[in-house]
């Protein structure tokens, strides 16, 4: 008959499998921020010094590099910042909204043509961006929102809906529905059961979702370029291309920008870290 091994074995196996997880994360972890690295060390020191490699000596950092991405006379950033903050900010918020109530209509109502309806969300999102890139640019033509950030944004928006619903529906499913049944009893309607019972519940999921859309938007670069051309009006992603010279490429210029483009995202993220881990990973019940 043969021995049970003791349980202080098998929980030392366990923390070397744990340990061993942990280096291998922490080595992919190294691998994605070494070009993260290299662009804020070629951001932050003179262009001169770091011809030869960013990681070579002597490390000597300046800001003159933001300062003319900042200021730069043909593409400067701080309008570009300003155009991208703009329009991410209003291409999160309007989908989010809407989709909070689709996505609840399609959890907790049962209508005809519901099914129908929810087949052509998951249809909507397997089309790409390309596919629809020249109706798209005709229908804001005809609309006069061309070459507007008000038309950026619609299109932001409208693209957002599908995959924000599904996202939102499946998390509302999770709520304890019986909360709701409480409310009716006191009298409440549907529009007030909506507002001060489910979507409080909803805020780590519109989180999760916010995060994401805004980091969307805010990356996008191929549909501003084909909707978007004034100077004015041209997004960050538009603008760090241009930073390039026709002869010479200025690479701490280009990381300058590319900095300066990471960090509004970076920052949603991190203040909203704690509600985007608990949106994504399930339910809340109060």
């Not at 005809?142 to 957002?160: C, D, E, F, K, Y």
């Given at each position: 008959m043969q021995k049970k091994p003791k349980l202080s074995a098998i929980g030392a196996k366990l923390r070397k499998k744990h340990i061993l997880a942990a280096f291998?994360?922490?080595?992919?972890?190294?691998?994605?921020?070494?070009?993260?690295?290299?662009?804020v060390m070629t951001a932050l020191r003179p262009s001169r010094d770091v011809i030869y490699g960013w990681w070579r000596p002597p490390f000597l950092f300046t800001a003159d590099n933001l300062f003319r991405a900042w200021t730069h006379p043909t593409a400067s950033l701080a309008t570009g910042l300003r155009n991208s903050a703009q329009m991410a900010f209003f291409a999160t918020v309007l989908p989010t909204f809407i989709a909070s109530l689709m996505a609840y209509g399609l959890a907790r109502l049962r209508f005809p043509g519901r099914g129908p309806i929810l087949m052509t969300i998951g249809l909507l999102l397997a089309i790409p961006q390309q596919m629809v890139a020249w109706p798209v640019f005709q229908l804001l033509h005809?609309?006069?929102?061309?070459?507007?950030?008000?038309?950026?944004?619609?299109?932001?928006?409208?693209?957002?809906l599908p995959w924000m619903v599904f996202?939102?529906?499946?998390?509302?499913?999770?709520?304890?529905?019986?909360l709701e049944e409480a409310a009716v009893i006191d009298g409440a309607g549907r529009f007030r059961t909506f507002f001060f019972i489910v979507f409080p519940l909803m805020l780590p999921a519109l989180a999760s979702a916010m995060v994401l859309q805004f980091t969307w938007a805010w990356n996008d670069f191929f549909m501003a370029l084909v909707l978007v051309y004034d100077p004015k009006r041209m997004v960050v992603t538009q603008q760090i291309p241009l930073l390039r010279g026709q002869y010479h490429v200025d690479w701490g210029l280009l990381s300058a920008g590319a900095l300066l483009a990471m960090l509004p995202p970076l920052l949603v993220f991190i203040f909203l870290q704690r509600y985007f881990v608990r949106g994504l990973v399930g339910g809340a019940v109060k």
């Open positions: 291998v994360a922490i080595a992919v972890g190294l691998v994605w921020l070494v070009p993260f690295l290299g662009v005809q609309m006069g929102l061309l070459n507007t950030l008000t038309g950026l944004i619609l299109v932001h928006s409208a693209w957002a996202f939102l529906r499946g998390f509302i499913e999770t709520l304890p529905i019986e």
